[in-house]
């Protein structure tokens, strides 16, 4: 009897971790990753000739870059058309920035910065870079905040300028791991702050919803991942607790039952 209920117990396991572990094997193969591997470190070297203001070779990379992303194909990585676009628009900007006559050093580096996040992202080989610049976000918001309190006006709009200068280069790369309704709730806080920025008096609700964009940036550079948020992985979660709950209480009660009779048995005797 125990051999059938622990058999029983095994197949709801084995029938509800079956979905996880064929999608875990039907992900990229090895020689995938190592192409993206490639294309990560290429987009690193990039970042270093342009902080080196070695823009010729920069551009030269950038080149080369461009002949090895031909060999991504979309499929073998699961690209949607989201992917491609911010990879193509992020690209585009980084060629500017190594062949543009009149943009300042300073925006170069953060356009190949943002290049560098972006591409990285799908490098599954270790931690997201972008997940280290959560400072660099949250630091100006909240001197923000303190300015407008203050009456600040200046400070106000010099942290909102470095605000708005880390969060473009970011920005690719949250477009590309976030969940949609994720990065366009906060990006449409960026514009309501930003339409506000010569009045930020007028704008009742500034200090709120600067607060509420502070606890998104805690919930988005996080422990937890998007999809341990997700509605039916949780149902799915729920759902496995509760087969192996049932499953153990049946056995319990069972054997519960089992010992009552011999009981009874035994009194009559």
């Known amino acids: 009897m125990k051999v059938r209920k622990g058999f029983l117990l095994l197949s709801i396991l084995i029938l509800c971790l079956l979905p996880f572990a064929v999608h875990a094997d039907s992900g990229i193969d090895q020689e995938d990753r190592e192409l993206w591997r490639e294309l990560n470190k290429t987009s690193d070297t990039i970042l270093q000739f342009v902080k080196e203001q070695r823009y010729d070779e920069a551009k030269q990379l950038l080149n080369h870059f461009s002949q090895q992303f031909l060999s991504v194909r979309s499929s073998d990585f699961d690209l949607s058309m989201n992917d491609l676009r911010v990879i193509v628009s992020s690209y585009e900007r980084a060629e500017e920035a190594t062949t543009s006559m009149s943009m300042s050093h300073e925006d170069r580096v953060r356009t ?46 010099q942290q909102l300028n470095r605000f708005l200068k880390s969060y473009e280069v970011v920005r690719p790369a949250w477009q590309a791991t976030l969940e949609p309704h994720v990065y366009q709730r906060f990006d449409s806080q960026v514009v309501y702050v930003e339409r506000n920025r010569h009045e930020p008096r007028a704008a009742s609700n500034l200090l709120s919803t600067i607060s509420i ?57």
């Open 112 to 157: 190949l910065s943002s290049f560098r996040l972006l591409i990285d992202v799908y490098d599954s080989s270790k931690h997201p870079l972008w997940k280290e610049t959560k400072d660099s976000i949250a630091v100006p918001l909240e001197s923000m905040a303190a300015a407008h309190e203050d009456e600040d006006r200046n400070l106000y709009q």
């Open 213 to 269: 964009m502070l606890s998104d940036l805690d919930m988005i550079f996080g422990d937890v991942d998007q999809d341990a948020q997700d509605p039916s992985l949780i149902w799915v979660i729920l759902t496995i607790g509760g087969a192996i709950v049932f499953a153990l209480t049946y056995a319990g009660w069972k054997k519960y039952e089992g010992q009552s009779e011999k009981k009874k048995v035994r009194r009559r005797e």
